[in-house]
Structures are given as structure tokens and as C-alpha cells.
């Protein structure tokens, strides 16, 4: 009796962990869904585990490289398809539909409400699949706060839509999303991605403000050190004071 008891904690435990975290690895074009992978960067799996695939969990130290582009990320762009867009063009985000939980149930959605942005980083010598992102990024979109008590990214949406800038200049990005879950200060989720994609059109924007990864966020920053009451949890008071995105303003061309 008393194993089962325990079974059942421990599986309710794990179910908790497992179906609480995501991985972006695919992106939405005029309403088609490109395959799991094929334009993200890969993230290792390790180490294996049968029970739990370890690329859904999310980067905690904003101080860490993994910030550029989740776990070794930053060399991870050999063999990874490069994605041609226009600029203007709109593109959703959406996470890996990972079949060994389906049971679960929540497979395939952006489990947790909160912020979420996305910025671009130019391969400055056009070879996307060696460059490790640690040159300049902006960021052309975010999700913040809809009211008092809620995000504009909801709980268990599919997409996190972004728009590319109509003056972006052309040439190789990584394409970086990135959508936190404010659990608690010091155990702040970051779920991050990059994808590669070619942008065309008629450019002659000047992107701006530009930041680093690491560098861009800081731990003791308000966005990210924030208590419980003011993010997550009722009372929530998100506008009191208004919770802020993290990172630079966002370059509309
Ligand atoms: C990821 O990077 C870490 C630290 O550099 C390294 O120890 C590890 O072997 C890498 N893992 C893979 C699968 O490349
Ligand atoms: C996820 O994959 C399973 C198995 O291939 C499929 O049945 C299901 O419809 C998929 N769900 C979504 C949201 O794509
Ligand atoms: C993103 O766009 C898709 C397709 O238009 C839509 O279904 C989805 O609700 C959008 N996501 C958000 C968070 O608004
Ligand atoms: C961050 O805040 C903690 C707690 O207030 C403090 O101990 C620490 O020195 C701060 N770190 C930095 C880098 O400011
Ligand atoms: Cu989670």
C-alpha cells in the first residue's frame, strides 16, 4: 500500500515536471507547419532519458552562452536548412509536438503564459551554419502584458506570431524566440530557439538598439528577479508597476 502511495506521488511529480515545459522547433507560414527541426538548431538530448526528453527543459542562467540559443546552441547550425522570407512576411513560432507524451495531452502548445519576444542576429560573413550568434541582435516583437491579471500570451496557445520588418536588410539571421515562464525569482524559465532564414526585400532600415547574449538580461533586472505576486500568482498586479519585456525596444523598420 505504502508503494503505491508513493508510486502515485512520484508519478504525479513527474507528470507535473514533464508537461510543464516545451521546446520551439518549428515555424507557421501562411497557416503550413514546417517540420519538427528542420530550420532550428538542434538541441542534445542529454543525457538520454526513456522517461523524459531533457531539449524540452529551459535555460534558468541568463549569464549562461546557452542564452544565445538554448543548450550548445551557439554551435549547433551545421546541417540546419536555412528558411527564404520576405520581409514583411509574418511567421509563427510553435513548439515540438514530442509523440512519447501525447498521453499527456498538451503536447504541441506553449504550456506556460508569460512574455515572450523574438530578435534577429545577421551572420555578419553570411555563413549562418558556423556563426555562433555573438555578434549584434535586435528584436522585432514582443508579448507583454494584456491587463492586471493576464498576458497577451496566454496558457497552452500554439503560436507566438512575429512580424519581420519591411525594412530589414537582406541577408542570413538567426531568428531567435524566446518566451519566459516567471516562476519565482532566480527560477525564471527561458524556452529559446534559433532558427535560420534568409530575408529578402528592399531593406534600407537601420536595426536598433542592438544587444548581446549573454549581456542583454541581468538576474537582478525587475523583469527577471520578480516576486511571485507581481508575475504568476494572484494577485499577479502586473500593471502595478507595469511589468516590462526584458531587453532592448522593439525595431519596426
Ligand atoms: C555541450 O556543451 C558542453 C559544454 O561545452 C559540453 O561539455 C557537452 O559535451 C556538449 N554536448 C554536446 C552533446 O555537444
Ligand atoms: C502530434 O503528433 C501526434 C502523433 O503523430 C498526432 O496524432 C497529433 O495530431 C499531433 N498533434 C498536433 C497538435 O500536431
Ligand atoms: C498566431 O497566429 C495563428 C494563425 O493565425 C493564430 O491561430 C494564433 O492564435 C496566433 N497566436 C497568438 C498568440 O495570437
Ligand atoms: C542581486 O541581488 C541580490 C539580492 O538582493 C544581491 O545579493 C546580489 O549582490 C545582487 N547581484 C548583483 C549582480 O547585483
Ligand atoms: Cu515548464
Known sequence: MRGCVIGTLFLLATEITVNGHYVFSKFLIDGAE?????YFRPIPEQPAN???DRRLDPIYDVDSVDMRCNRNGSTAGYGVATLTLPAGQEVGFGVANNSRFMSLGRNGRIFHQGPGQAYL???????????EGDGDWFKIGEYGVKDATHWVLDQHEY????????TTPPGKY????EQ????DPGLVQFYISCAHVEIFGPGGGRPGPLVQFPGAYKKNDSNINIPREHSMLPPMNLLNPKYVNPGPGVWTG
Open 121 to 131: 542576429s545577421r551572420a555578419a560573413d553570411g555563413d549562418l551554419e558556423s556563426y
Open 50 to 52: 526513456p522517461e523524459y
Open 159 to 166: 503560436w507566438l506570431n512575429f512580424t519581420i520588418p519591411e
Open 180 to 183: 519566459m515562464f516567471l516562476r
Open 174 to 177: 538567426l531568428f531567435r524566440v
Open 34 to 38: 514546417t517540420p519538427d527541426w528542420q
